[in-house]
């Protein structure tokens, strides 16, 4: 779903406390430092030294890769550069981390939001509203002029991903009762749909056009009410004690789920007998994929999960001896 990415930026925003001293400023660097730097550094130094071992599986080739860019084995020099750009720039991760630019995006982000509010706390007039039409306006802007700063890279992704991150702290302030209702549902359901035609080539905040930001966002927030409303009826069954199991592991489902679909290909190259190399497609082998996307989901869900399951009772199991 295009909407899936600002859905995750729009959540933590929801939890988002400003901070009313440097005390409390500090605290809040330190938890999004622990709960994504931390594992964003931990997954890609893992992942970097798996290179040259996946390199040799097919994982990676000098055939495929994500868009044409193909691999190669790493030498000591580019592994130490490697190491030096995930520790110093939260960049340069594996092609198996792909999905890790949205913990960078969504750090970067909470620690901009963070840091302005706290400078600007003592001006009345600079609320949680005020600062979502800036830094939306601000991300057109850096957008379309393609601002970009050395070490950070790109402001309009950073801008953007803020912007959803304050708008799920502003969502919290209005939030009721009508936000859950069937009109709502509704409502945002058919823009939902009419967006999912309109963006039907945007998976995200990556890669948009500048005169799309605003109507993404709009469609986008649409889509989060959405699955935000179904989620308070789902709430009501008990398929929720599962959906709060995988909230609760997102972390290594983003980490594990693309080397997951790699299980999946290896069923679709030896069933149509295609050369093992085709491993190597990113992110899944797209031919003769009409059907194959639901299976493609379901292992990359359930394989990182039952890694966490397995790891989680192994570790009950040692600390009770």
């Known amino acids: 779903m295009f909407f899936a990415v600002p859905l995750f930026f729009f959540t933590s ?19 999004r430092i622990k709960g994504l730097y931390f594992p964003f550094v931990k997954w890609s130094l893992l ?40 520790v110093c720039t939260m960049r340069d991760n594996e092609q198996l981390l792909g999905a890790f630019w949205f913990i960078r995006a969504l750090f970067l982000g909470a620690l ?6 706290f400078f600007f706390r003592r001006w009345g ?11 939306l306006f601000a991300s057109i802007v850096a957008t379309h002029f393609n601002i970009s700063i050395p070490v950070i890279g790109s402001i309009g992704l950073i801008l953007f991903s803020a912007t959803f991150y304050v708008a799920g702290y502003c969502y919290r302030k209005i939030e009721n009762e009508w936000c ?16 999912l035609v309109y963006f039907n080539r945007v998976v995200g905040v990556l890669g948009i056009h500048t005169a799309d930001i605003l109507p993404y966002s709009i469609v986008a927030l649409c889509g989060i009410v959405m699955v935000l409303n179904l989620s308070k009826r789902i709430e009501l069954h008990s398929i929720r004690s599962l959906l709060y199991y995988i909230g609760n592991n997102t ?21 149509y007998g295609w ?31 039952l890694i966490q399951y397995g790891y989680d009772n ?8």
């Open 275 to 305: 050369p093992i190399e085709r491993l190597a497609e990113f992110p899944v082998i797209e031919q003769n994929n009409e059907f194959w996307w639901f299976l493609y989901c379901m292992i990359g869900l359930a394989t990182p999960l």
């Open 251 to 271: 972390m290594i489902i983003l980490s594990l789920h693309f080397i997951s679909f790699k299980l999946v290909s290896l069923i679709k190259i030896g069933l």
């Open 13 to 31: 925003g929801y939890f988002y406390k400003p901070a009313n001293d440097f005390k409390e400023l500090k605290t809040f660097y330190w938890k």
């Open 314 to 321: 192994t570790k009950k199991l040692l600390c009770n001896k």
């Open 112 to 117: 901009l939001v963070a840091t302005v509010q």
């Open 47 to 86: 992942f970097l030294l798996l290179h040259n071992i996946c390199f040799h599986f097919n994982i990676y080739n000098d055939q495929y890769g994500f868009r044409g860019e193909v691999s190669h084995l790493y030498s000591i020099t580019e592994f130490m550069k490697h190491a030096i750009n995930i």
């Open 125 to 135: 007039f600079i609320n949680r509203y005020i600062m979502f039409f800036v830094l």
């Open 180 to 195: 859950y209702s069937k009109l709502s549902l509704f409502i945002t359901t058919l823009v939902t749909f009419a967006g």
